[in-house]
C-alpha cells in the first residue's frame, strides 16, 4: 500500500477504524455512507476482523452494544434516519459505561430527506444519545485526511471515557476523493479491560454490563460519574483549528465542509480589506467555548456558517455570551453555501459597521 492514496471519505474513515484497532463493524445500508460498510466486509476479514450486516440499525447498534461489552473495539456507521434509529441503544451504552465508535453521514432531512450534504444532525450528535442525561463524544473532520485520523483515534478516546464517540460528517465529504496518508492497520489492545464482562474466580470477578439501576443514590452516582468524565474531556480532549488574521473585524465560526468553504471566503475577504478570523470547532461536545469568547471579545462581529436552519449557532451564541453580534448565513435541505456566499456576507458586514 503507498503512502498516499486516492480515495473517498467513506473509504478513508473505514480504513480509518481498522488502524485503530476495530475488529468488528455491525451495520445497515444507507445511503450516502454505504461505501463504509461495504469496504469493511472486504477489509475486515484480511486483518482477522467480522463484518455483520444487521436487519436493522437498530440490531445494528445492539449487537455494537454486545460485542463492546466484551472490550473489543467495534463500530457501526449509518446516516440521519438510522442515527435516529439508534438513539435508545446509545443511551443503554452510555448507561452501561461501554465505548464504542459511531459514524454518521450526515443527509438532508427531516424525514428521509435527500443524500444531499446537511450539518442538520447537530442537536442529535451533540445533545444526547438517545434518553437520559448521557451524550456522544462528538468530533467533526473537515476533510478526507481528517476523516481516516479521527476515527482511527476515536477508538482511544472512546476507552479512555468509556462512552460513545461520534464522528460527524456529511455527504460531500463522505463521497469526495482525496489523496490520503493511511496508518498502519495496527493490532487492538488485549481484550482483558477491568470493567469487560468475562473474568472468573482465579483472575478477576465476573462483570456483568448493565444500565438498570433501581436504587435512586445509585443512578445518581452513575450519572455524577459520567458527567466527570465529560469535564475531563473538556479539559483534555478538546479540538479546534484557527485560520485568519489575527486582529479581525469579523470573527468566522464553521465546523465540517462549511469550514472549508470558509477558509476561501476568509482569504477573499482579506484581500478585499475585511479582517477575519477562522475558528473551527473539530470536537462539538466538548464545545470549544473558551476560545470563541476570546475572540468575540476582540472582533465587532461573527458570523456563523452552517448547513442547517440554525442549530450550531445556537452554542456559539452560548460562548460568545453577547460580547458581540452574531448573525447567521445557512442553507439547508442539500443545499451548500459557497464561497461566494460568505464572502460577500462578509463585505456586508463590514460595510455595516
Known amino acids: 500500500m503507498s503512502e498516499y492514496v486516492l480515495m473517498s471519505g467513506n473509504e478513508a474513515t473505514a480504513e480509518g477504524g481498522i488502524a485503530g484497532g476495530c475488529r468488528y463493524f455491525f451495520g445497515y445500508p444507507i445511503t450516502p455512507q454505504n461505501k463504509i460498510p461495504e469496504y469493511m466486509s472486504r477489509n475486515l476479514p484480511e486483518v482477522g476482523g467480522v463484518y455483520l450486516q444487521a436487519e436493522s440499525e437498530v440490531a445494528a447498534i445492539n449487537m455494537v452494544y454486545g460485542a463492546a ?192 468553504v470558509c477558509e476561501t471566503a476568509v482569504e477573499r475577504a482579506s484581500e478585499g480589506g475585511v479582517k477575519c478570523r477562522l475558528l473551527r470547532p473539530i470536537s462539538l461536545f466538548p464545545f470549544p467555548s473558551e476560545p470563541l469568547a476570546q475572540w468575540a471579545q476582540l472582533a465587532h462581529k461573527a458570523l456563523v456558517v452552517e448547513l442547517s436552519m440554525g442549530q450550531f449557532v445556537e452554542d456559539v451564541r452560548l460562548a460568545v455570551e453577547g460580547r458581540c453580534p452574531v448573525e447567521l448565513l445557512n442553507r439547508t435541505g442539500g443545499n451548500v453555501v459557497t464561497p461566494e456566499d460568505v464572502t460577500q456576507k462578509l463585505f456586508d458586514m463590514a460595510a455595516e459597521s
Open 69 to 260: 461489552s466484551t472490550g473489543a473495539r467495534v463500530m457501526t456507521t449509518s446516516s440521519s434516519p438510522g442515527i435516529s434509529l439508534m438513539q435508545e441503544g446509545l443511551s443503554y451504552i452510555v448507561g452501561a459505561e461501554v465505548p464504542c465508535v459511531v459514524v454518521n453521514m450526515v443527509r438532508g432531512g427531516p424525514g428521509l430527506g435527500n443524500i444531499g450534504p446537511a450539518q442538520s444532525d447537530y442537536w442529535l450528535a451533540t445533545r444526547g444519545a438517545g434518553h437520559g442525561d448521557g451524550r456522544c463524544l462528538v468530533y467533526a473532520p473537515y476533510s478526507v485526511q481528517e476523516l481516516h485520523d479521527w476515527t482511527a483515534r476515536a477508538f482511544e478516546i472512546a476507552e479512555r471515557y468509556r462512552n460513545p464517540v461520534m464522528i460527524l460528517a456529511d455527504a460531500i465529504l463522505a463521497q469526495m476523493i482525496e489523496p490520503c496518508k493511511l496508518q498502519p492497520r495496527g493490532q487492538p489492545p488485549p481484550l482483558d479491560k477491568p470493567w469487560a464482562i468475562g473474568g472468573d474466580s482465579s483472575e478477576r470477578p465476573r462483570n456483568i454490563i448493565n444500565s438498570l439501576y433501581v436504587n435512586h443514590d445509585e443512578e445518581e452516582a452513575v450519572n455524577r460519574r459520567i458527567q466527570a468524565r465529560y469535564d475531563q474531556a473538556a479539559r483534555d480532549d478538546l479540538y479546534y483549528s484557527e485560520y485568519g488574521d489575527e486582529d479581525p473585524e469579523i470573527l468566522v465560526v464553521a465546523y465540517g465542509i462549511c469550514a472549508r
